[in-house]
Protein backbone atom coordinates (compact mmCIF):
# COMPACT_ATOMS: atom_id res chain seq x y z
CA UNK A 1 0.00 0.00 0.00
CA UNK A 2 2.95 2.20 0.99
CA UNK A 3 4.38 1.91 -2.83
CA UNK A 4 1.26 3.10 -4.40
CA UNK A 5 0.88 6.40 -2.09
CA UNK A 6 4.25 7.04 -2.81
CA UNK A 7 3.10 7.00 -6.60
CA UNK A 8 0.41 8.57 -6.14
CA UNK A 9 2.07 11.54 -4.35
CA UNK A 10 4.74 11.86 -7.03
CA UNK A 11 1.76 11.56 -9.56
CA UNK A 12 0.47 14.78 -7.97
CA UNK A 13 4.10 16.34 -7.61
CA UNK A 14 4.16 15.62 -4.20
CA UNK A 15 7.81 14.60 -4.59
CA UNK A 16 9.19 15.24 -1.08
CA UNK A 17 5.86 13.90 0.49
CA UNK A 18 6.46 11.02 -0.91
CA UNK A 19 10.35 10.91 -0.13
CA UNK A 20 9.68 11.85 3.77
CA UNK A 21 6.14 9.46 3.97
CA UNK A 22 8.01 6.82 5.76
CA UNK A 23 9.52 8.28 7.76
CA UNK A 24 6.93 10.74 8.85
CA UNK A 25 4.62 7.62 9.16
CA UNK A 26 7.12 5.89 11.63
CA UNK A 27 7.45 9.59 13.68
CA UNK A 28 3.96 9.50 14.25
CA UNK A 29 3.66 6.25 15.22
CA UNK A 30 6.83 6.72 18.01
CA UNK A 31 4.97 9.64 18.97
CA UNK A 32 1.51 8.78 18.75
CA UNK A 33 0.40 11.93 16.61
CA UNK A 34 -3.08 12.51 15.29
CA UNK A 35 -3.73 11.94 11.91
CA UNK A 36 -3.84 15.66 11.68
CA UNK A 37 -0.83 16.18 13.02
CA UNK A 38 0.40 13.30 10.55
CA UNK A 39 -0.77 15.27 7.86
CA UNK A 40 0.47 18.27 9.04
CA UNK A 41 4.14 17.21 9.45
CA UNK A 42 4.29 15.86 5.88
CA UNK A 43 2.63 18.92 4.37
CA UNK A 44 5.08 21.17 6.31
CA UNK A 45 8.13 19.06 5.49
CA UNK A 46 7.17 19.37 1.44
CA UNK A 47 6.35 23.00 1.91
CA UNK A 48 10.04 23.26 3.20
CA UNK A 49 11.98 21.34 0.69
CA UNK A 50 10.04 23.53 -1.98
CA UNK A 51 10.86 26.64 -0.22
CA UNK A 52 14.98 25.50 -0.01
CA UNK A 53 14.49 24.71 -3.79
CA UNK A 54 12.65 27.57 -4.84
CA UNK A 55 15.25 30.41 -3.25
CA UNK A 56 17.96 27.82 -4.52
CA UNK A 57 16.59 28.38 -7.96
CA UNK A 58 16.65 32.05 -7.52
CA UNK A 59 19.93 32.74 -6.12
CA UNK A 60 21.64 31.00 -9.38
CA UNK A 61 19.22 33.12 -11.64
CA UNK A 62 20.44 36.23 -10.08
CA UNK A 63 23.20 35.75 -11.30
CA UNK A 64 25.38 37.62 -8.61
CA UNK A 65 28.87 37.96 -9.46
CA UNK A 66 29.32 36.72 -6.02
CA UNK A 67 27.57 37.17 -2.48
CA UNK A 68 27.86 39.72 0.22
CA UNK A 69 26.37 40.44 3.02
CA UNK A 70 25.22 43.22 5.63
CA UNK A 71 27.01 41.05 8.03
CA UNK A 72 30.14 41.64 6.32
CA UNK A 73 29.83 45.37 5.83
CA UNK A 74 32.13 47.32 8.33
CA UNK A 75 29.86 50.20 9.00
CA UNK A 76 32.48 51.57 11.22
CA UNK A 77 34.54 52.07 8.02
CA UNK A 78 31.73 53.40 5.98
CA UNK A 79 29.63 56.20 7.67
CA UNK A 80 27.88 57.44 5.35
CA UNK A 81 25.09 55.28 6.16
CA UNK A 82 23.82 53.31 9.16
CA UNK A 83 23.85 49.48 10.35
CA UNK A 84 19.94 50.53 11.71
CA UNK A 85 19.28 51.42 8.11
CA UNK A 86 20.58 48.94 6.00
CA UNK A 87 18.55 46.31 8.64
CA UNK A 88 15.22 48.09 8.07
CA UNK A 89 15.58 48.05 4.37
CA UNK A 90 16.02 44.44 4.97
CA UNK A 91 12.39 44.38 5.73
CA UNK A 92 11.90 44.34 2.03
CA UNK A 93 9.16 47.08 2.79
CA UNK A 94 10.11 49.38 0.06
CA UNK A 95 10.05 46.13 -2.01
CA UNK A 96 6.78 45.51 -1.61
CA UNK A 97 5.78 49.02 -2.64
CA UNK A 98 8.14 49.24 -5.77
CA UNK A 99 10.36 51.74 -4.60
CA UNK A 100 13.57 52.05 -6.04
CA UNK A 101 17.12 52.42 -3.81
CA UNK A 102 19.75 54.52 -5.92
CA UNK A 103 23.37 54.30 -4.61
CA UNK A 104 25.80 56.96 -5.42
CA UNK A 105 29.17 57.16 -4.51
CA UNK A 106 33.18 57.29 -5.98
CA UNK A 107 34.87 53.87 -6.66
CA UNK A 108 35.30 51.10 -3.59
CA UNK A 109 32.67 52.87 -0.91
CA UNK A 110 30.87 49.96 -0.55
CA UNK A 111 28.10 50.35 -3.25
CA UNK A 112 27.87 47.21 -4.73
CA UNK A 113 28.28 45.48 -1.48
CA UNK A 114 25.54 46.90 -0.44
CA UNK A 115 23.15 46.65 -3.54
CA UNK A 116 24.56 42.79 -3.42
CA UNK A 117 23.40 42.11 0.38
CA UNK A 118 20.36 43.63 0.01
CA UNK A 119 19.54 41.69 -3.28
CA UNK A 120 20.26 38.73 -1.41
CA UNK A 121 18.06 39.49 1.30
CA UNK A 122 15.42 39.84 -0.96
CA UNK A 123 16.13 36.50 -2.63
CA UNK A 124 16.44 34.87 0.73
CA UNK A 125 12.78 36.17 0.97
CA UNK A 126 11.72 34.24 -1.86
CA UNK A 127 11.72 36.96 -4.31
CA UNK A 128 13.23 36.86 -7.91
CA UNK A 129 15.79 39.07 -8.62
CA UNK A 130 17.90 40.02 -11.58
CA UNK A 131 21.61 41.27 -11.69
CA UNK A 132 22.87 43.15 -14.13
CA UNK A 133 26.00 45.56 -14.87
CA UNK A 134 25.10 48.23 -16.52
CA UNK A 135 26.97 47.17 -19.39
CA UNK A 136 25.87 43.88 -19.16
CA UNK A 137 22.19 45.10 -19.59
CA UNK A 138 23.26 47.67 -22.78
CA UNK A 139 24.50 44.93 -24.62
CA UNK A 140 21.32 42.37 -24.16
CA UNK A 141 19.24 45.20 -24.87
CA UNK A 142 20.74 46.16 -27.87
CA UNK A 143 21.25 42.34 -29.17
CA UNK A 144 17.56 41.95 -28.24
CA UNK A 145 16.67 45.00 -30.36
CA UNK A 146 18.77 44.08 -33.73
CA UNK A 147 16.92 40.89 -33.20
CA UNK A 148 13.64 42.48 -33.09
CA UNK A 149 12.96 40.87 -29.75
CA UNK A 150 13.17 43.94 -27.66
CA UNK A 151 10.00 43.56 -26.10
CA UNK A 152 10.14 40.19 -25.15
CA UNK A 153 13.36 40.95 -23.41
CA UNK A 154 11.54 43.50 -21.43
CA UNK A 155 8.97 41.03 -20.79
CA UNK A 156 11.07 38.54 -19.01
CA UNK A 157 13.72 40.90 -17.25
CA UNK A 158 10.96 42.79 -15.26
CA UNK A 159 8.85 39.27 -14.58
CA UNK A 160 11.87 39.79 -11.61
CA UNK A 161 10.86 41.72 -8.17
CA UNK A 162 13.83 43.24 -8.46
CA UNK A 163 16.65 44.36 -10.92
CA UNK A 164 19.86 45.45 -9.76
CA UNK A 165 22.03 47.87 -12.14
CA UNK A 166 25.35 48.18 -10.94
CA UNK A 167 27.55 50.91 -12.82
CA UNK A 168 25.39 53.07 -13.91
CA UNK A 169 27.70 55.75 -15.67
CA UNK A 170 31.18 54.81 -15.94
CA UNK A 171 30.90 54.90 -19.77
CA UNK A 172 28.59 57.91 -21.46
CA UNK A 173 26.36 55.63 -23.40
CA UNK A 174 25.26 56.28 -26.93
CA UNK A 175 21.96 57.49 -27.93
CA UNK A 176 20.18 54.20 -28.84
CA UNK A 177 21.27 53.20 -25.45
CA UNK A 178 20.43 55.92 -23.73
CA UNK A 179 16.79 54.92 -25.25
CA UNK A 180 16.42 51.78 -24.90
CA UNK A 181 17.79 52.17 -20.72
CA UNK A 182 14.52 54.69 -20.71
CA UNK A 183 11.98 52.41 -22.36
CA UNK A 184 13.49 50.17 -19.67
CA UNK A 185 12.86 52.44 -16.59
CA UNK A 186 9.60 53.57 -18.13
CA UNK A 187 8.28 49.37 -18.18
CA UNK A 188 9.55 49.21 -14.23
CA UNK A 189 7.81 52.15 -13.20
CA UNK A 190 5.55 51.93 -10.23
CA UNK A 191 5.61 48.02 -11.17
CA UNK A 192 9.02 46.81 -10.36
CA UNK A 193 11.98 47.70 -7.95
CA UNK A 194 15.33 48.85 -9.02
CA UNK A 195 18.69 49.12 -7.36
CA UNK A 196 20.95 51.48 -9.21
CA UNK A 197 24.77 52.00 -8.22
CA UNK A 198 26.54 54.88 -9.94
CA UNK A 199 29.78 56.84 -9.47
CA UNK A 200 27.66 59.72 -10.87
CA UNK A 201 25.34 62.41 -9.08
CA UNK A 202 22.47 62.98 -10.51
CA UNK A 203 23.77 66.00 -11.72
CA UNK A 204 26.26 64.53 -14.22
CA UNK A 205 23.45 62.20 -15.44
CA UNK A 206 23.02 64.51 -18.29
CA UNK A 207 26.53 63.75 -19.55
CA UNK A 208 25.89 60.02 -18.61
CA UNK A 209 22.87 59.89 -20.87
CA UNK A 210 23.84 62.86 -23.22
CA UNK A 211 20.55 64.08 -23.47
CA UNK A 212 19.20 66.59 -20.67
CA UNK A 213 15.75 65.91 -22.19
CA UNK A 214 16.02 61.84 -21.67
CA UNK A 215 17.97 62.34 -18.44
CA UNK A 216 15.29 64.24 -16.70
CA UNK A 217 12.77 61.86 -18.24
CA UNK A 218 14.68 58.90 -16.35
CA UNK A 219 15.11 60.62 -12.71
CA UNK A 220 11.65 61.95 -12.53
CA UNK A 221 10.48 58.14 -12.97
CA UNK A 222 13.75 56.40 -10.62
CA UNK A 223 13.34 59.17 -8.33
CA UNK A 224 9.27 59.33 -7.76
CA UNK A 225 9.49 56.28 -5.48
CA UNK A 226 13.03 56.06 -4.53
CA UNK A 227 15.24 56.45 -1.76
CA UNK A 228 18.77 58.29 -3.02
CA UNK A 229 22.09 57.79 -0.89
CA UNK A 230 24.91 59.22 -1.20
CA UNK A 231 28.25 57.42 0.01
CA UNK A 232 30.99 58.67 0.68
CA UNK A 233 34.20 58.15 2.29
CA UNK A 234 37.86 56.50 1.46
CA UNK A 235 37.76 53.61 -0.40
CA UNK A 236 37.73 50.29 1.03
CA UNK A 237 39.71 48.75 -1.82
CA UNK A 238 42.43 50.95 -1.37
CA UNK A 239 42.19 50.64 2.82
CA UNK A 240 44.05 47.30 2.10
CA UNK A 241 46.19 48.41 -0.33
CA UNK A 242 47.39 51.23 1.39
CA UNK A 243 48.02 48.61 4.02
CA UNK A 244 49.94 46.24 1.79
CA UNK A 245 51.44 49.21 0.31
CA UNK A 246 52.73 50.28 3.26
CA UNK A 247 53.78 46.65 4.09
CA UNK A 248 55.78 46.79 1.28
CA UNK A 249 57.42 50.07 1.29
CA UNK A 250 58.79 49.18 4.72
CA UNK A 251 60.37 46.00 4.03
CA UNK A 252 61.81 47.85 0.89
CA UNK A 253 63.39 50.24 3.13
CA UNK A 254 64.73 48.07 5.57
CA UNK A 255 65.82 46.30 2.62
CA UNK A 256 67.80 49.50 1.33
CA UNK A 257 69.14 49.83 4.93
CA UNK A 258 70.53 46.67 5.48
CA UNK A 259 72.22 47.19 1.94
CA UNK A 260 73.66 50.61 3.00
CA UNK A 261 74.85 49.05 6.04
CA UNK A 262 76.65 46.13 4.51
CA UNK A 263 78.48 48.60 1.64
CA UNK A 264 79.50 50.50 4.53
CA UNK A 265 80.81 47.76 6.51
CA UNK A 266 82.96 47.08 3.41
CA UNK A 267 84.30 50.54 2.75
CA UNK A 268 85.44 50.74 6.24
P1 LIG B 1 31.86 50.20 -5.12
O1 LIG B 1 30.79 49.42 -5.76
O2 LIG B 1 31.39 51.37 -4.33
O3 LIG B 1 32.94 50.60 -6.09
P2 LIG B 1 32.35 47.74 -3.72
O4 LIG B 1 31.05 47.52 -3.07
O5 LIG B 1 32.65 46.93 -4.94
O6 LIG B 1 32.58 49.29 -4.04
O7 LIG B 1 33.49 47.53 -2.64
C1 LIG B 1 34.84 47.18 -3.01
C2 LIG B 1 35.32 46.03 -2.14
O8 LIG B 1 35.43 46.47 -0.80
C3 LIG B 1 34.35 44.87 -2.12
O9 LIG B 1 35.10 43.68 -1.99
C4 LIG B 1 33.50 45.11 -0.88
O10 LIG B 1 33.02 43.91 -0.34
C5 LIG B 1 34.51 45.78 0.05
N1 LIG B 1 33.90 46.79 0.90
C6 LIG B 1 33.59 48.05 0.59
N2 LIG B 1 33.13 48.73 1.64
C7 LIG B 1 33.16 47.88 2.68
C8 LIG B 1 32.82 47.99 4.07
N3 LIG B 1 32.40 49.13 4.62
N4 LIG B 1 32.98 46.87 4.83
C9 LIG B 1 33.45 45.71 4.32
N5 LIG B 1 33.80 45.56 3.02
C10 LIG B 1 33.66 46.63 2.20
MG1 LIG C 1 30.68 48.79 -7.70
Not at 9 to 14: A, D, E, I, S
Not at 154 to 166: C, S
Request: charged share 30%.
Amino acid sequence: MIEGIKENLRRVRCYHSANELEITLQAARDNEMSYMHFLDALLHKELEKRKEQRIMRYKKTANFPLIKTVEEFDFTFQTSITKRQIKEWQQLDWLERRENKIFMGPPGVGKTHLAIALAYTAVLNQYKVKFYTMNELMEDMVFAKEDARFNDFIRKLIKHDLIVIDELGYLPLKPIFANLFFEFVNECYEYRSLIITSNKLFNEWDAVFGNRTLATAILDRLLHHAEPVVIEGDSYRLKNTRKEFDLNAYSNMTKKVEKLVEKEEKVY
